[in-house]
């Protein structure tokens, strides 16, 4: 590698900085590199724009001779004797409501009202079950068409049973 690609290098280094959007550790590493490649090659240090140190980050020694980055240790916080903020309630879900003995579960609800001779329509299975859209749906294709085997065929919004 010639000089020139040297100084290439360690410029290119150089601008790996914070604001050009590398982490401090990575800004401090690429100015270690770069001061590692100016001082083994013997180059001339004042030719290259050096930065500042990245935050967290100090240089001890000069850049491009025999300059060390190093991590600055963080100051631990004081400790003070405030009570805790208390914690948020769980966001947990309640457990699934239990059917009394004897009362029809949702797929044999859907099935007596897809089987009455008008048949019923998305938003009156939705409302008696109080379910979500996609679960009245589901019931009609789960419970209905692949459990019972029934053919179901929906005719201008409503779902018969057919055959």
Same mark, same amino acid.
Not at 60 to 84: R, S, W, Y
Not at 128 to 144: G, K, N
Not at 146 to 158: I, T
């Given at each position: $590698? ?6 290439r290098?360690?410029?290119? !280094?150089?601008?790996?900085i ?24 013997? !180059?001339?240090?004042? +030719?290259i ?5 990245p ?12 300059? *060390?980055?190093? *991590?600055v240790?963080?100051? =631990? ?7 805790k ?6 966001s +947990?879900?309640?457990?699934? #409501?239990? #059917? ?12 007596e $009202? ?6 019923t329509? !998305?938003? =009156?299975?939705?409302e008696? !079950? ?6 009245? #749906?589901?019931?009609?294709t789960v419970?209905l068409?692949?459990k019972?085997?029934? *053919?179901?065929?929906?005719r201008?919004?409503?779902?018969? #049973?057919?055959g």
């Amino acid at each position: $590698m010639t000089t020139s690609n040297h100084y290439r290098k360690a410029r290119a !280094l150089v601008a790996k900085i914070e604001a050009n959007g590398c982490t401090a550790g990575e800004a401090a590493s690429a100015l270690q590199t770069a001061s590692d490649i100016v001082a083994k090659h013997g !180059l001339e240090p004042s +030719r290259i724009d050096w930065p500042v140190a990245p935050a967290g980050y100090t240089v001890e020694g000069t850049l491009g001779v025999d300059a *060390k980055v190093i *991590k600055v240790e963080a100051e =631990e916080p004081a400790t003070t004797n405030a009570p805790k903020t208390p914690r948020r309630p769980s966001s +947990r879900k309640l457990p699934p #409501r239990t #059917r009394a003995a004897g009362e029809p579960t949702q797929g044999e609800r859907v099935a007596e $009202m897809v089987d009455r001779p008008d048949g019923t329509s !998305l938003v =009156e299975i939705i409302e008696a !079950l109080e379910i979500l859209p996609h679960s009245a #749906r589901a019931l009609i294709t789960v419970h209905l068409r692949k459990k019972r085997g029934w *053919k179901v065929v929906c005719r201008d919004g409503r779902y018969y #049973r057919e055959g």
